[in-house]
Structures are given as structure tokens and as C-alpha cells.
């Protein structure tokens, strides 16, 4: 939570976990959806001394939590793992970074269409000629994540169900033509 210490680092290896903040009207507002093979709390090692941010599981999840001092001992002695959470603190950078320019120079409409695309080729699993993303997120989710609302979220949604672009319901979402999804995205911009 907001405030705790900041001196563990969680490894998830099985399960969903939500990072997310709160403005200061108390709106949530939702950073990442972390699955199984991801790491959060990777701050700690570069001096956050309390939390900024919260970590909720979404469903049942089993982590692996390192204390920050043995984090460090394991890599200083294991040069690999130090290259590894290099990577992971960079990506989270560029992937804050590019939602940050979607936000300024994209529609919600096109912020939607762009999130549902990374998430079928980041979170999906080709079936066919099709991407499937099992667990997929609530429309609230959808909209904490592209800072839009829920109703905006359900009206795109829906239009590439009737475009016969996606399917989706509360388990999955079968993106059935990557090209025409990405293709939606930029009809506006």
C-alpha cells in the first residue's frame, strides 16, 4: 500500500496482481496488470524509501518476495539477474513513456484500439489466424489503464465485435484479425 516500507520485491509466479495509484480526487487509476514470470517492486532497489503505489491481487496468486538487501547481495553475485532487472526498470520506463504520448497526442478512442492491441500481442496466445487473451480485464480496467471511461471503453468494444474484429466476453477476448485492429486505431488519427 501507499506509505508501507519499501524494501521487499515480489516475483509472481502464479496468478494476477493490479499496481495502480490513487489521484488526489481518489480516483484509482491503474499503471500495470502484472501475470505470473513478472516482478513489482523493483523501486526498492533504487532507493524508494516508502511505497507510492498499491498492489491488489486479482486472483488467487503465489509470489516469490525477496528482501531488497538480499536482492542486492543475489545480484552482486549473480551478474545475469543484475542485467534482468535493468531490463525490467527500463521497460516499465519506455512503457510509461510511450502511454504518457498516447495520452497527449491520441484520441480515447485510438488509446483504447492501441491498449487492446499491445495486449493481444504482449498477453495473447496465437490460435489460427487469431490472438486469444484468457482473463481478460473488465471494461473498468480497460479504462483505468487508457484514462478514459467505462462507457467509452464498452462503446469501442462493441463496435469491433460488429466490425467482426474482436470477440470478447468476461473470460477472453479473440482478436480475430490483428491488421484490421490496428487498422481501427488509426482511422481517427
Given at each position: 500500500?501507499?506509505?508501507?516500507?519499501?524494501?521487499?520485491?515480489?516475483f509472481?509466479?502464479e496468478?494476477?496482481?493490479?499496481?495502480?495509484?490513487?489521484?488526489p480526487?481518489?480516483?484509482?487509476i491503474?499503471?500495470a496488470?502484472?501475470?505470473?514470470?513478472?516482478?513489482?517492486?523493483?523501486?526498492?532497489?533504487?532507493?524508494?524509501?516508502?511505497?507510492?503505489?498499491?498492489?491488489?491481487?486479482?486472483?488467487?496468486?503465489?509470489?516469490?518476495i525477496?528482501?531488497?538487501?538480499?536482492?542486492?547481495?543475489?545480484?552482486?553475485?549473480?551478474?545475469?539477474?543484475?542485467?534482468m532487472v535493468?531490463?525490467?526498470?527500463?521497460?516499465?520506463?519506455?512503457?510509461?513513456?510511450?502511454?504518457?504520448?498516447?495520452?497527449?497526442?491520441?484520441?480515447?478512442?485510438?488509446?483504447?484500439?492501441?491498449?487492446?492491441?499491445?495486449?493481444?500481442?504482449?498477453?495473447?496466445?496465437?490460435?489460427?489466424?487469431?490472438r486469444e487473451?484468457?482473463?481478460f480485464i473488465?471494461?473498468?480496467?480497460?479504462?483505468?489503464?487508457?484514462a478514459?471511461?467505462?462507457?467509452?471503453v464498452?462503446?469501442?468494444?462493441?463496435?469491433?465485435?460488429?466490425?467482426?474484429?474482436?470477440i470478447?466476453?468476461?473470460?477472453?477476448?479473440?482478436?480475430?484479425?490483428m491488421?484490421?485492429?490496428?487498422?481501427?486505431?488509426?482511422e481517427?488519427?
Open positions: 500500500m501507499p506509505e508501507e516500507d519499501s524494501d521487499k520485491m515480489y509472481i509466479t496468478g494476477r496482481v493490479k499496481i495502480g495509484t490513487y489521484s480526487q481518489g480516483k484509482e491503474t499503471k496488470i502484472l501475470n505470473a514470470g513478472e516482478v513489482f517492486g523493483e523501486l526498492s532497489l533504487i532507493g524508494e524509501g516508502k511505497r507510492r503505489d498499491f498492489a491488489y491481487v486479482m486472483e488467487t496468486t503465489t509470489m516469490c525477496l528482501d531488497i538487501n538480499e536482492m542486492k547481495s543475489l545480484m552482486k553475485e549473480h551478474g545475469p539477474l543484475s542485467m535493468m531490463k525490467i526498470i527500463g521497460n516499465r520506463a519506455i512503457n510509461m513513456e510511450r502511454r504518457l504520448e498516447s495520452l497527449v497526442f491520441k484520441d480515447s478512442r485510438t488509446r483504447i484500439i492501441e491498449f487492446l492491441h499491445n495486449l493481444a500481442m504482449e498477453k495473447g496466445k496465437r490460435v489460427g489466424f487469431e487473451v484468457r482473463k473488465t471494461h473498468q480496467e480497460i479504462a483505468n489503464m487508457t478514459t471511461s467505462r462507457q467509452t464498452t462503446t469501442v468494444l462493441n463496435e469491433l465485435r460488429n466490425d467482426n474484429i474482436l470478447f466476453d468476461r473470460r477472453r477476448m479473440l482478436v480475430r484479425d491488421d484490421k485492429l490496428k487498422a481501427a486505431g488509426l481517427i488519427t
